[in-house]
């Protein structure tokens, strides 16, 4: 499993860090390509990130396209919106126009909301791969909206699903496999002691099949780092 880890020691210095590696990527991406598409991760590790990006002044945020990675189903406005919080700690301080954001729609019917989603990626995208995807961990070993055990996780052909995730009773929209693993780059953002434990088991490099969501994508995409801070760390060799 070729990856990098990074660690910073508190969770302010690694939403520092990752302000630097995404703002890197923003100009690698606009000189090579006139453009930048991130992924943006849910939940609440990348808040800070978020913050930090709306006044780094190296990040080319005019030049990129902010898709999303899932969401919940659930309205924009739902305090449990990953583009409500996005829109809160980074679109409005940027005061950034609507047509550089596609959001997951969930306040739609899953299924119909995946497939708008699809032609949404079809239409900004097309066939070109995603230039950065952040990612979470969580501590059952779930990245974006892949859950161990759900249907998603079978996906090989479209980029984005509706996903029942019987662990919370509820259904999420998530990029697949196919989708996260093509993109030129991830990095997986992890903080605190609560996933040390799952950090250390999904970056474990014995051979054999992959536990967890997080650790196939890990051993099925080429470039990608782990930014943790060092109570994540604290379990790993
Ligand atoms: C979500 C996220 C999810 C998240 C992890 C970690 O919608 O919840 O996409 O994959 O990244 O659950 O969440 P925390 O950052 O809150 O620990």
Redesign the pocket.
């Known amino acids: 499993m070729r990856h990098e880890v990074r660690v910073a020691e508190l969770p302010e210095e690694l939403a520092a860090e990752a302000t630097e590696l995404v703002a890197e990527a923003s100009c690698r991406a606009v000189t090579d390509r006139g453009r930048f598409s991130l992924v943006l991760?849910?939940?609440?590790?990348?808040r800070r990130l978020y913050g930090a990006l709306a006044v780094e002044p190296r990040f080319r945020w005019r030049e990129t396209l902010f898709l999303f990675?899932?969401?919940?189903c659930v309205p924009p406005e739902h305090p449990r919106s990953?583009y409500g919080m996005v829109r809160q700690s980074l679109f409005e301080p940027l005061g950034l126009p609507d047509r550089q954001v596609r959001r997951m729609e969930g306040e739609l019917d899953p299924g119909e909301a995946a497939e708008r989603y699809q032609r949404a990626l079809q239409n900004t995208v097309g066939d070109d791969p995603f230039d950065l995807v952040l990612?979470?961990?969580?501590?059952d070993g779930?990245?974006?909206?892949?859950f161990p055990g759900t249907t998603a996780l079978d996906e090989t052909r479209r980029r984005v699903v509706a996903n029942h995730v019987p662990q919370l009773h509820e259904w999420?929209l998530?990029l697949t496999l196919p989708a996260l693993t093509s993109a030129r780059e991830i990095l997986f953002?992890?903080?605190?002691a609560?996933?040390a434990e799952i950090l250390a088991e999904v970056l474990d490099n014995r051979p054999g099949e992959s536990t967890y969501p997080a650790q196939r994508v890990l051993r099925e995409s080429s470039r990608r780092t782990v930014l943790c801070d060092r109570a994540a760390a604290a379990k790993l060799p």
Not at 69 to 72: H, L, S
Not at 135 to 139: E, I, R, T
Request: no cysteine; net charge neutral; charged share 20%.
């Open positions: 991760a849910g939940g609440s590790t990348p990675g899932d969401e919940r990953n990612l979470g961990l969580g501590a779930h990245t974006a909206s892949l999420r998530t953002l992890v903080s605190g609560d996933k």
